[in-house]
T-cell receptor
Framework: GAVVSQHPSRVICKSGTSVKIECRSLDFQATTMFWYRQFPKQSLMLMATSNEGSKATYEQGVEKDKFLINHASLTLSTLTVTSAHPEDSSFYIC???????????FGPGTRLTVL | AQSVAQPEDQVNVAEGNPLTVKCTYSVSGNPYLFWYVQYPNRGLQFLLKYITGDNLVKGSYGFEAEFNKSQTSFHLKKPSALVSDSALYFCAVRTLSGSARQLTFGSGTQLTVLP
């Protein structure tokens, strides 16, 4: 149990296009999900906290108009990188906070490469 | 504010020898402490956690960690390292006070087990 999936696992896009990444909690409900960004051999940087039915809370320095987050249901959050540029290339990881259990589970990550 | 320090970027150990990956933390309340492991291009896998109770916590794959409140440490240990343990290890903390649910991660320690 307690599986979090991400789709796609890898995506390559051209500069200027938008990319959507999905994060799903497969067998539990998650009112809160988190989006992280990770550069090679570095730690996870929290980008935003996604709350079902309300606006996401972005960390300082993260552009909310560039990284659009939608948490429309208790099992799905999406991150859309708008007008992607090569500097947006990174490994994006989501995690879901399991309601009632106080535990956080991580997705397998999405490798974004912007050409 | 909560923070986590992993003082070693890299730890090398010979297969069969004991390993230790260090972690210290700083929080204003009682901490939840976690260890995660990450293999290349993969998400984080949960190893173990400390919430309360016995200071020695046993987790997955033979790993254990000892919570030391006076030294504010939560070092990860394994009695006999395997080559397959080579990966990136993250310590993380979340406090029990307040409404924040997000984990704060350390900078990560790359463990290399030499055959």
């Amino acid at each position: 149990g307690a599986v979090v999936s991400q789709h796609p696992s890898r995506v390559i896009c051209k500069s200027g296009t938008s990319v959507k990444i999905e994060c799903r909690s497969l067998d539990f409900q998650a009112t809160t999900m988190f989006w992280y960004r990770q550069f090679p051999k570095q730690s996870l940087m929290l980008m935003a906290t996604s709350n079902e039915g309300s606006k996401a809370t972005y960390e300082q320095g993260v552009e909310k108009d560039k990284f659009l987050i939608n948490h429309a249901s208790l099992t799905l959050s999406t991150l859309t990188v708008t007008s992607a540029h090569p500097e947006d290339s990174s490994f994006y990881i989501c995690s879901a906070f399991r309601d009632g259990y106080g535990e956080q589970f991580f997705g397998p990550g999405t490798r974004l490469t912007v050409l | 504010a909560q923070s986590v320090a992993q003082p070693e970027d890299q730890v090398n150990v010979a297969e069969g020898n004991p390993l230790t990956v260090k972690c210290t933390y700083s929080v204003s309340g009682n901490p939840y402490l976690f260890w995660y492991v990450q293999y290349p291009n993969r998400g984080l896998q949960f190893l173990l956690k400390y919430i309360t109770g016995d200071n020695l916590v046993k987790g997955s794959y033979g790993f254990e960690a000892e919570f030391n409140k006076s030294q504010t440490s939560f070092h990860l240990k394994k009695p006999s390292a395997l080559v397959s343990d080579s990966a990136l290890y993250f310590c993380a903390v979340r406090t029990l006070s307040g409404s924040a649910r997000q984990l704060t991660f350390g900078s990560g320690t790359q463990l290399t087990v030499l055959p």
